[in-house]
């Protein structure tokens, strides 16, 4: 499936989910995790907006997770899983995408000394049988990944929507 | 191994090798059935860490350098606080020193074991990662998952948090955790140890290739402990030194193909640091249960078969667990946590045990503390000549493999040293010409 969220929420960011059930998720407890560096400018998207949405949902914050390694153990007893990072994919800087986490299976992510990525972290998570219900990915297209805590201004201005986005969308899980 | 024959001449082009850190690639070249050519490239950009650190104040390296790297700042943090202590003429008291290596201990068991586990033990089974491996020994990759958690959980009561520890300072740290924070680890501790006892077992048990290697070996030794947070630099072929010395023994040399320095034993010797180096140099001094694990293992105390660096590597996280564990139950929080270090006119060195291997730093003070000269010498571009040393072996006795085999053989060959090429770029990619 391919839902526009944004026009449904009167958002000026659009949301593209893809391939996610919704509406087969009724799930209890829910943990959201910023993934990224605050200092490498957009990259910090992530966190900031996990922040933001634990702030207004009362949800735990497992994050912000430098090493997706380290979700592996925070996901014990989870049933919905959502991961907030920032992307590369070619949309416009800004553009918020929510995936089921299975369309990152295919993904060719180095495994490296320094950690493995989120894709092969998820892989492994489930091959543990230690993967949450669900796991939800919060894509938001960056800009800017050099040296630097600023947001570029076009994620600086599409967190509010992201933030928004997010909190219907767990609404729609209680 | 059933092999496949291959060409008599070819080209190998591994243009991004997996499950090491960084960007480097290696290119083989074999005509007629001859190695003509083996390089190992780091293209990673060079990271001007030595250059910015020329004007800053003397109590920055710490904080500047752990930025280096991610897996192991704790080895520049300590190199650095030896270093400037050196020129400062402090020497911190020993209560200071101990938690240091408590807090190194615990960066070596997460770096070991996240390469054992998840990077190194995959190539055994000739599968294609720790994913992988979890679906045909769950068991293992959740021991060495645990492991890793203590390794983390040591550095964030100790250092602050897990990476880039924050309360690190030159002459200490900035607070002493409580005996009893650190107390609170050491049923976890206990069974980590268990698990780490039953690795050595586990990798000892793997097929593995009759490689040896002639190199020298170099590693920091110490009168009676493991080396880990200071020691003096000794060699297989029989000199011991001061760090000072050492750096004075070693030239570092541009060569085109990498932007990593290549280190050589007075200019013309390829040598080894990391794992292989310590256990060969340190057998006598493993912890005792590691040393009966070593014993079990059937691994001979001076084996210089690279690919067994796992059997040392997992050796070295019972090493630090062990160490942990003394550490904890000897504990008394250092008061006050730090040594006042003023600055003084002068240069200093300092050398500890990376996981990956023998890290030095030096420095050049002004009288207003300010850094004149930094010189940084990480393990990775010391080992390179070495690596590639390591190559020219694996290719040369398996010149009857296939492309793919031979590529695949070649990658964990490189893997067995588990380089940081960030922290070197100062590096991977094969290429196989034949």
Not at chain 1, 19 to 46: E, F, H, P, Q, W
Not at chain 1, 53 to 63: K, S, Y
Not at chain 2, 23 to 33: P, T
Not at chain 2, 224 to 237: C, K, N, Q
């Amino acid at each position: 499936m391919h839902i526009v969220l944004g026009s449904l929420l009167g958002c000026r960011h659009q949301a593209i989910v893809v391939g996610t059930d919704m509406d087969a998720l009724k799930s209890t407890k829910i943990v959201i995790a910023g993934i990224g560096n605050y200092y490498r400018c957009d990259d910090g998207a992530g966190p900031q907006i996990a922040d933001e949405v634990a702030e207004i949902t009362n949800i735990d914050n497992i994050g912000p997770i430098s090493e997706p390694l380290d979700l592996i153990e925070q996901f014990e007893g989870v049933k919905l899983a959502i991961l907030i990072d920032a992307m590369k994919s070619g949309e416009p800087p800004g553009t918020i995408r929510i995936f089921d986490v299975d369309l990152l299976s295919d993904t060719k992510q180095l495994t490296s000394t320094h950690g493995i990525g989120l894709g092969r972290t998820l892989q492994l998570a489930d091959a543990l049988g230690k993967s949450p219900e669900k796991v939800i990915v919060v894509g938001i297209e960056g800009k800017v990944f050099g040296d630097g805590n600023q947001l570029s201004p076009e994620v600086r201005e599409a967190i509010p929507d992201a933030v928004k986005i997010i909190d219907q969308f767990i609404l729609s899980q209680s | 191994m059933e092999k496949k024959k291959m060409a008599t001449s070819c080209d190998i082009d591994v243009h991004g090798i997996a499950r090491i850190e960084g960007e480097g690639a290696l290119h083989v070249h074999i005509d007629d059935g001859e190695l003509k050519n083996v390089e190992l490239e780091i293209f990673e950009p060079p990271r001007f860490f030595e250059a910015f650190l020329r004007g800053r104040g003397f109590e920055e390296p710490p904080d500047i350098t752990a930025r280096i790297c991610g897996i192991c700042p704790v080895a520049y943090q300590m190199s650095a606080c030896l270093a400037i202590e050196d020129a400062c003429s402090v020497q911190v008291r020993d209560e200071i020193q101990t938690l240091r290596r408590l807090l190194y201990c615990g960066e070596w068991i997460q770096s070991h074991v996240l390469h054992v586990f998840l990077l190194h033990a995959p190539d055994f089974f000739g599968l294609e990662d720790a994913v992988e491996l979890a679906k045909i020994n769950k068991s293992a990759v959740e021991r060495g998952l645990f492991m890793k958690k203590m390794g983390n959980k040591l550095m964030e009561v100790v250092g602050g948090r897990a990476i880039h520890p924050v309360n690190v300072r030159v002459g200490g740290f900035y607070s002493a955790p409580s005996k009893g924070d650190l107390q609170d680890l050491v049923e976890d501790l206990k069974k980590a140890l268990d698990y780490a006892i039953w690795a050595v077992e586990w990798v000892a048990a793997f097929d593995f290739p009759d490689i040896n290697t002639s190199y020298p070996l170099v590693s920091l030794v110490h009168d009676t402990l493991y080396p880990i947070d200071y020691g003096t630099v000794a060699s297989t072929e029989g000199f011991n030194v001061s760090p000072k010395e050492f750096l004075d023994r070693i030239v570092e040399e541009h060569v085109a193909r990498s932007s990593a320095l290549h280190a050589k034993l007075d200019g013309e010797t390829p040598y080894l640091t990391g794992p292989m180096a310590r256990f060969n140099l340190n057998y006598d001094r493993l912890t005792p249960i590691a040393k009966q694990c070593a014993e079990a293992s059937g691994i001979e105390r001076d084996c210089r078969n690279p690919f067994k660096t796992i059997i040392m590597r997992s050796l070295e996280v019972v090493v630090a667990f062990e160490e942990a564990l003394r550490i904890i139950d000897n504990y008394v929080a250092p008061d006050p946590s730090y040594e006042q270090v003023l600055p003084r006119s002068g240069i200093g060195y300092g050398a500890t045990e990376a996981p990956r291997g023998t890290i030095v730093h030096r420095y050049e003070l002004g009288k207003d503390g300010l850094i004149k000269e930094a010189q940084i010498v990480p393990p990775t571009s010391q080992n390179q000549a070495a690596i590639e040393e390591d190559l020219k072996n694996v290719i040369a006795n398996n010149m009857d493999l296939d492309q793919e085999q031979l590529t695949n053989y070649c990658e964990t060959a490189v893997r067995n040293h588990d380089p940081c090429i960030s922290c070197s770029a100062h590096f991977l990619d094969v290429d196989i010409k034949r």
